[in-house]
């Protein structure tokens, strides 16, 4: 039996994945989650008895000893953060402290026996673009912002635990991820959720900002591979996906999807935080899969259809 943690495992990523590992009865997944932008709601209703979920604070070093000294796990999905552009800008000093909750989750890691982590970086490490695509190893970081930077100290300090004390690690740094169940934080659910209520699709600046959007399905599988095949341990993967689009494009795409009325509006670029480009290498990702990933058409699909069956 493999005794697994998921912090922020209430949240959009991290409900996804623990829906997938409790569906294997040869793990045991202990979801925690202090519930800032996290809801019960995403995950399953208690039928299976190879789960539980706890509400608590990672960067709060009692709540989250009590927990692992206790449960002794093998492995731990770190994906516990604040996050969201607007959050994360407005309030700096709460982004900054998700660097006390790495601290704790890698030191209790260490003492009790956790043979690997996964922890959830982010493509904002690459910061405005040197170069694309953004490679793993060669592409140098360029991260500026609070909530980056954070990312970067929390990369810095797997790979810094696993020189002193061999603790092995995994690093996903995702592009945007999205799929039903986000919050409207995010642009995809955003827009999709504005079209289907016929309110107006607000870009900030001229729109020729580009992303790349994968689907959550792809993400879930590309980790779970990584996790069951032991792949890249110790070393740090791009999930993402290799088609970049336009955050006008996108709205134009939605409103295709959704069959909307609804405007595309634009209001004055953001003062930061919105990076002109991004796109990600996913070489070692595309090993992972082994198949075709989700086109965005077809993600906006599902998110539709999901939104439909559930109203
Ligand atoms: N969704 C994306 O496209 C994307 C892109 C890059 C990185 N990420 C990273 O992936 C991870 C998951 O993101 P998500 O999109 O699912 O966001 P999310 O907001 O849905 O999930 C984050 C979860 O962490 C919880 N949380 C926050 N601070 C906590 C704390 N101190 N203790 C316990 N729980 C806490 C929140 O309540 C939430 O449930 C995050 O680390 C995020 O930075 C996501």
Request: aromatic letters at 10%.
């Amino acid at each position: 039996m493999n005794r697994i943690l998921i912090t922020g495992g209430a949240g959009f990523i991290g409900s996804a994945l623990a829906k997938r590992l409790i569906g294997d009865s040869n793990n045991y997944v202990v979801v925690v989650d202090n519930l800032l932008t996290g809801s019960l709601r995403r995950l399953p209703a208690r039928a299976q008895a190879n789960w539980q979920f706890i509400k608590a604070d990672v960067n709060n070093f009692d709540d989250i000893s009590a927990i692992m000294t206790s449960f002794q796990f093998d492995y731990v999905f770190h994906y516990a953060a604040v996050v969201g552009v607007q959050r994360t800008l407005h309030h700096p000093v709460m982004v900054l402290n998700d660097i006390q909750g790495i601290r704790n989750i890698l030191n209790l890691a260490k003492n009790t026996g956790v043979r690997r982590v996964f922890y959830a970086s982010s493509s904002e490490v690459y910061g405005e673009p040197v170069e694309l695509p953004q490679n793993e190893e060669t592409t140098p970081l360029n991260s500026r912002l609070p909530y980056a930077i954070v990312k970067n100290v929390g990369e810095s300090f797997l790979k810094s635990y696993h020189r002193e004390y061999g603790l092995s690690y995994t690093i996903f740094r995702y592009f945007n991820t999205y799929g039903p169940e986000q919050s409207d934080d995010f642009v995809v659910s955003r827009f999709l959720h504005h079209a289907l209520h016929g309110r107006d699709l607000v870009i900030h600046g001229d729109g020729l900002q580009s992303r790349t959007f994968l689907y959550i399905d792809d993400n879930v599988d590309a980790t779970i591979t990584c996790f069951q095949q032991h792949r890249y341990v110790n070393d740090i993967v791009n999930i993402g996906h290799d088609r970049e689009v336009t955050i006008l494009e996108l709205a134009h795409k939605v409103l295709e999807v959704t069959g909307s009325t609804s405007r595309i509006v634009h209001h004055a670029p953001l003062k930061e935080g919105d990076m002109r480009r991004r796109l990600p290498d996913i070489r070692k990702m595309r090993s992972l899969l082994q198949r075709p990933l989700v086109s965005l058409e077809e993600g906006l699909r599902k998110m539709v259809q999901a939104f439909r069956d559930a109203s």
